[in-house]
């Protein structure tokens, strides 16, 4: 299983970006997928997830707004949308999938993911 995440870059505060993460080897219709980031000297921290229908979605407070995550189940991927970019989004980005179904109540949690992309740096200016 891979996942391969994409779109990442260097933009100004108030800017947008658009994150793809595609997964292979196996299909997740019907998991749960994720977003976490880590920045430099900090832990990593629960981004946004995604119901398996796509239905249901989960947000960190810190993104609730800002931040829209979706998927297509047709090509096997999940999108983060970041609008309204602060510094303090700074961090590589790194999408998740899991091994099993996963209750609601550990989506933010990353030991509940088994796979994980390589990460995606996202840069935002002041």
């Known amino acids: 299983v891979q996942l391969q995440a994409s779109g990442g870059g260097l933009v100004q505060a108030g800017g947008s970006l658009r994150l793809s993460c595609a997964a292979s080897?196996?299909?997740?219709?019907?998991?749960?997928m994720g977003w976490f980031r880590q920045a430099p000297g900090k832990e990593r921290e629960f981004v946004a997830a995604?119901?398996?229908?796509?239905?249901?979605?989960y947000y960190a407070d810190s993104v609730k707004g800002r931040f829209t995550i979706s998927r297509d189940n047709n090509k096997n991927a999940v999108y983060l949308q970041m609008n309204s970019l602060i510094p303090d989004d700074t961090a590589v980005y790194y999408c998740?999938?899991?091994?099993?179904?996963?209750?609601?109540?550990?989506?933010?949690?990353?030991?509940?993911?088994?796979?994980w992309g390589q990460g995606t740096q996202v840069t935002v200016s002041s």
């Open positions: 995604v119901s398996g229908s796509g239905y249901s979605t």
């Open positions: 998740a999938a899991p091994h099993a179904a996963i209750f609601s109540s550990g989506l933010r949690l990353g030991q509940s993911y088994a796979y």
């Open positions: 080897g196996r299909t997740f219709s019907t998991d749960a």
